[in-house]
């Protein structure tokens, strides 16, 4: 009786052993669920940005002064009431 009960004992730690670290165990549970947690604050931040590119988009399509004031600053353009003055770099005359 007491070699039956060891070798349940052998059986049932291994068994345990496998359950806790073997592939597709606990340890690679746990693993999985951190992951999966990541990839969600990844997505809930994509979607964010989404969505203030797509407000973004709606605002260069719709807001006349918003167009012009990102011609200026991208472009560099200039109404026709304003005169374009450049400078040289005195470092490059010498």
Same mark, same amino acid.
């Given at each position: 009786?007491? #070699?039956? $009960?060891?070798? !349940?004992? &052998? $059986? @049932? ?10 592939? +597709? &165990?606990?340890?690679? *549970?746990? +693993? @999985? ?13 994509? #979607?964010? /940005?989404?969505?203030?590119?797509? #407000?973004?988009? /709606?605002?260069?399509? =719709?807001? +006349?002064? *918003?167009?012009?004031?990102?011609? +200026?600053? =991208?472009? &560099?353009?200039?109404? /026709? !009431?304003? *005169?374009?003055?450049?400078? @040289?770099?005195?470092?490059? /005359?010498?």
């Amino acid at each position: 009786m007491s #070699l039956l $009960i060891k070798i !349940s004992w &052998g $059986i @049932t730690l291994l068994l345990l052993f496998q359950l806790v670290f073997a592939d +597709r &165990g606990i340890i690679d *549970y746990l +693993r @999985t669920e951190k992951i999966i947690a990541q990839q969600k604050d990844n997505l809930r931040k994509i #979607l964010n /940005e989404n969505e203030s590119l797509i #407000l973004e988009i /709606e605002k260069i399509k =719709n807001d +006349r002064s *918003y167009q012009i004031k990102l011609v +200026r600053e =991208n472009l &560099g353009a200039i109404t /026709e !009431s304003e *005169y374009l003055v450049l400078f @040289t770099d005195p470092m490059k /005359e010498k």
